[in-house]
């Protein structure tokens, strides 16, 4: 797996460098579609299954 950086809405970023190796930084919801059709199939239908169980879950998202 590879951690994403997705900007949504920002006006305007810079980053410095080329950004980090082992992240994928994309400017808007576009490039992360297409990022995300060129990845192809990651995940198992039970793993699917389980993040969708975490994020439905409201204690996913307290702090």
């Known amino acids: 797996m590879q951690p994403v950086v997705v900007?949504?809405?920002a006006k305007g970023f810079t980053v410095r460098n080329g950004g980090p190796q082992d992240v994928a930084?994309?400017?808007d919801v576009?490039?992360?579609r297409r990022?995300?059709?060129?990845?192809?199939r990651v995940l198992t239908p039970e793993q699917v299954a389980d993040v969708?169980?975490?994020a439905r879950r409201p204690t996913?998202?307290?702090r």
């Open 7 to 9: 900007f949504v809405g």
């Open 25 to 27: 930084v994309l400017r």
């Open 30 to 32: 576009r490039a992360f």
């Open 35 to 40: 990022w995300l059709r060129r990845r192809g």
């Open 52 to 54: 969708h169980t975490a």
């Open 60 to 62: 996913t998202w307290q």
